[in-house]
Every structure is written in C-alpha cells, then in structure tokens.
C-alpha cells in the first residue's frame, strides 16, 4: 500500500515513516500541505495520513482538497487534539479515521485493514476500469461488425 505522510516535525515523519515500512507500506513524506498536494499531482497514493495542526495550511485544508480533487482518496488525521467541534470538522471533511497522540503502531496496523477492507488500492481500481471499458469496447464493436454485416446483405 502507497502511504502519503504529512507532518510538520521531521522526527514524526522518521518514526511514522518507520513505523509503516515495517508494515510492508511504501511511504512518501511531506513536511507541509502544499509539498503534499505537489507530490499527489505527481502520484496519488492509497492513504493519505496527515498531522492536523501544522504551520501555513492544516490537515483539515489537505483533507478538503483530497475530497475535492480526489473523492476517493482516504484520508486520516493524526492530532494530539481531540476536541470533538474538531473531530466534526474532519469527518465532514471526509476523513476516514482519526489517530490520537501518542498512538500505538497497532493504531496503524488497523487503519490499513480497514482501508484494504474499503479501499481498493487505486492502482487496482483504474486497472479494473480500464478492463470494464476495454470489455464495453469489444462488444461495441462486436455489435457494430454485426450492423454492417448485416446493412451489406440489405444493400
């Protein structure tokens, strides 16, 4: 699973970034909202696990572009803030869970089966589709061979 971290401490960018290797994630790291959305412009990853209160842009701003840019996209937010006007504001967002600090590594250990559970990776999902519409296609143009066989024997 391809993991975007966001965090504006470096040392819990480190230890996040460990901690997810170590459950067969390929992670990426930002240290800011805006080097996040330039890393998802390059590549969209299957999570996207930010720290709430960073300096310039918040995680619940990167929550909203997800969810606005990418739909689909889960997102979860890691605070040492659990005020619950707060916890509102992320789920209205769209955010899928909510980690508080300081967390246990089981912490992350469930919320990637359940984002397996209800996400497939992306990489699965386009390949999926790109089957769909290749099957469709087939069978459009099965059925358009079919019409001109069958204007030529009219004709």
Known sequence: MHVLIVDDNRDSLELMALQLGALDCEVRAAGSVR??????????PDLVLTDLCMPGE????????CRTRYPDLPVAIISGYGDHAIV?????????????????????????????ARHAPIGDRLAS?????????????SALGAMSAALKLRG
């Open 88 to 116: 509102r504001a992320a789920l209205a967002c769209g955010v899928i869970d909510w980690l508080e600090k300081p967390f246990e590594p089981s912490a992350f250990e469930r919320l990637l089966r359940r984002v397996r």
């Open 129 to 141: 589709s790109a089957e769909c519409y290749g099957a469709r296609l087939t069978q459009f143009v």
């Open 58 to 65: 918040d995680g619940l701003a990167l929550a909203r572009y």
């Open 35 to 44: 080097e996040a959305v330039a890393l998802l412009d390059v590549e969209v």
